[in-house]
């Protein structure tokens, strides 16, 4: 199953609200979850089930969608948010990662 | 508090074989499956192999089939890596992962607890 995520790069300001989406090649349901990652470190987990919100992130994430088209959004961004975002499907294996979106100033 | 570390990394000639190893502690190592899960440098997450809890089955993504082992060893609350016959394209940094679950009533997974990383580059 392969996963496409866009945009790639995303700018914005503190205070936008952003969304980007995920594309799956073929239903997935809703076996998805989606990753923020900062230079050097491990991915942290942001939601599950499509639109789960994994305890401790904060309520300023969401996400939506099901089968083959996801989208995560972010309201209010705030400067902790400036990382990559990445989308992995967990139907079935091999898994797969999107390539990612990188926001930025 | 849980944590995964991971070790073993480092440089390698093409050809060449390396272990790698994940040390697990503040969970029931045993009672879950675990994931590996690379980054080649400036690059995107690449899902790389899986272990159920208790040794098998073990799920590879095609680039490593056959050249990578994955396994764990529930009594050292220890996950391996064995990765051998190595190209340059697998350099990266491995991540170790903890797969969990949530039923909502439906279960759904998620890697939910990862390691710092330990970078392997191969070259020569």
């Known amino acids: 199953i392969q996963l496409t995520q866009s945009p790639t790069f995303l700018s914005a300001s503190v205070g936008d609200t952003v969304s980007f989406t995920c594309r799956a090649s073929?239903?997935?349901?809703?076996?998805l979850a989606w990753y923020q990652q900062k230079p050097g470190k491990a991915p942290n987990l942001l939601i599950f089930?499509?639109?789960t919100l994994q305890g401790g992130v904060p309520s300023r994430f969401s996400g939506s969608g099901s089968e083959t088209e996801f989208t995560l959004t972010i309201s209010s961004l705030q400067p902790e948010d400036f990382a990559t975002y990445y989308c992995?499907?967990?139907?079935?294996?091999?898994?797969?990662f999107g390539p990612g979106t990188k926001v930025d100033f | 508090e849980v944590l995964l570390v991971e070790s073993g990394g480092g440089l390698v000639q093409p050809g060449g074989s390396l272990r790698l190893s994940c040390a697990a502690s503040?969970?029931?190592?045993?009672?879950?499956?675990m994931h590996w899960v690379r980054q080649p440098p400036g690059e995107g997450l690449e899902w790389i192999a899986s272990?159920?809890?208790?040794?098998?089955?073990?799920f590879y993504t095609d680039s490593v089939k056959g050249r990578f082992t994955v396994s764990r060893d529930n009594s050292k609350n220890t996950l391996y890596l064995q990765m051998n016959s190595l190209r340059a394209d697998d350099t990266a940094v491995y991540f170790c992962?903890?797969?969990?679950?949530?039923?909502?009533?439906?279960?759904?997974?998620?890697?939910?607890?990862w390691g710092r990383g330990t970078p392997v580059t191969v070259s020569s």
């Open positions: 992962a903890k797969y969990s679950h949530s039923c909502l009533p439906l279960c759904f997974y998620y890697l939910d607890v």
């Open positions: 503040g969970f029931t190592f045993k009672s879950f499956a």
């Open positions: 272990v159920s809890d208790v040794g098998s089955p073990t």
């Open positions: 073929r239903d997935i349901l809703n076996y």
């Open positions: 089930a499509a639109s």
């Open positions: 992995l499907q967990l139907y079935s294996f091999p898994f797969t």
